[in-house]
């Protein structure tokens, strides 16, 4: 695993797909490219929460990214909504909905969060997400973090990793 780091580092965000590589990147606390990123995925949730929900045929893997932070011998979800992003950020896929919200399985090893394991449930509600993706036969749609992390720490490596995805940023729109 690569770790690719901003000059003053505050967040994790990781980038994983089933079967992908991953790389953890560090992103300065506050950065506009990422804001913006996560004002796009926050834009177009409850039409991907209506998909995941009755997929159309040819898509999988609907997954969301959730932000957690170690909480005493626990943890606890960093809301979106609390706009902040001194987190480790996790990938979660399996989504189900349940009466107070969601459910998730975290998808990728942690880095910092000592109280959270790849492979766990989590309980999570719609404004914990952070960003989001699903793969069908034109590759990956969402990941706007991803895309951002591509512009704020250029790098053959990350270009591969999407690539290999399906992820095609330019269509994602994310601008400085």
Known sequence: MTV????????????????????????????????????????GLDHFLSRAENPPEGSYNYTVKIGIVDDGDSYRINSFSEGSLSSEFFWLSDIEKT????????????????????????????????????MDEKGMTGNFTGCAIA??????EIDELFRSMGLVCDKQDITH
Do not use: C
């Open 99 to 134: 009466e107070n919200g969601y459910t998730g399985r975290i998808s990728n090893e942690p880095e910092m969060v000592e109280h959270i394991e790849m492979g766990q449930t989590i309980a999570f509600t719609k404004d914990d997400v952070a960003d989001w993706f699903y």
């Open 4 to 43: 690719f780091k901003a000059a003053y580092l505050a967040a994790y965000l990781t980038l994983a797909s089933s079967g992908a590589a991953m790389a953890v990147v560090m992103v300065e606390q506050g950065d506009p490219i990422m804001a913006e990123a996560f004002e796009k995925a926050k834009a």
């Open 151 to 156: 512009r704020i720490t250029p790098s053959a």
